[in-house]
């Protein structure tokens, strides 16, 4: 099976501009998470989406948004980009989610440069 | 609020040594469960093992394997015949019954000397 993959692998972008960024899980797997690691803050919890609904979000600005379509492929948007959104963004899928404490599989990120 | 304490930010070791890296958590659910993440420098996250709190034997992948002390919330990760590609940061993080999110600790940075 094909991992879970993310596009674009790397963008840079000016402060005010919006970004969006895409997720693409692995065959099967219905649950999409994302994360953002910064030097500073560690690996954060962003959201998570499970057929097509959110289920739960994190502490982030409402910048901030996500997605998830019908095929399982997620999208999350930041707008009015500011520098410390400088980050790895990185998904994660799995079968059933996090509440069934099941592994988490991740892509290779996407990283974002804020000029 | 669960948490998820790495207390060495960095470690270094020769090849074919053993290493550990510890973790501690925090949480006061009964349910919840535990991995090791690789990260290389590539990036990409990798599972490197998975324990459930419920089971009291500790998991063991090949040369990877754990030692969990449930009352003292303690998850240390062992390396054995440690190897070149075994070079990455590494994260302990915890699924917490409820929180429906993976938290992770602040990473360990190991390096294998040749």
């Known amino acids: 099976k094909a991992g879970v993959t993310q596009t674009p692998r790397y963008l840079i972008k000016t402060r005010g501009q919006q970004v969006t960024l895409s997720c693409s899980p692995i065959?099967?797997?219905?649950?999409v998470s994302w994360y953002q690691q910064t030097p500073g803050q560690g690996l954060q919890f962003l959201f998570e989406?499970?057929?097509?609904?959110?289920?739960n979000k994190g502490n982030f600005p409402g910048r901030f948004s996500g997605r998830q379509f019908s095929n399982s492929r997620s999208e999350m948007n930041v707008s009015t980009l500011e520098l410390g959104d400088s980050a790895l963004y990185l998904c994660?899928?799995?079968?059933?989610?996090?509440?069934?404490?099941?592994?988490?599989?991740f892509g290779p990120g996407t990283r974002l440069l804020v000029l | 609020a669960q948490t998820v304490t790495q207390s060495q930010p960095e470690m270094s070791v020769q090849e074919a040594e053993t290493v550990t890296l510890s973790c501690t958590y925090d949480?006061?659910?009964?349910?919840?469960?535990l991995f090791w993440y690789k990260q290389p420098p590539s990036r990409q996250m990798i599972l490197v093992i998975r324990?459930?709190?419920?089971?009291?034997q500790n998991a063991t992948e090949n040369r990877f394997s754990v030692n969990f002390q449930k009352a003292a919330k303690s998850f240390s990760l062992k390396i054995s015949d440690s190897q070149l590609g075994d070079t990455a940061m590494y994260f302990c993080?915890?699924?917490?019954?409820?929180?429906?999110?993976?938290?992770f600790g602040q990473g360990t940075r190991l390096t294998i000397n040749p």
């Open positions: 324990q459930e709190a419920y089971k009291q």
């Open positions: 949480t006061s659910e009964s349910n919840y469960y």
């Open positions: 993080a915890a699924i917490i019954q409820g929180a429906q999110k993976l938290v």
């Open positions: 989406y499970f057929s097509e609904t959110q289920r």
């Open positions: 065959s099967g797997h219905r649950s």
């Open positions: 994660a899928s799995s079968l059933e989610g996090t509440s069934s404490g099941e592994t988490q599989y």
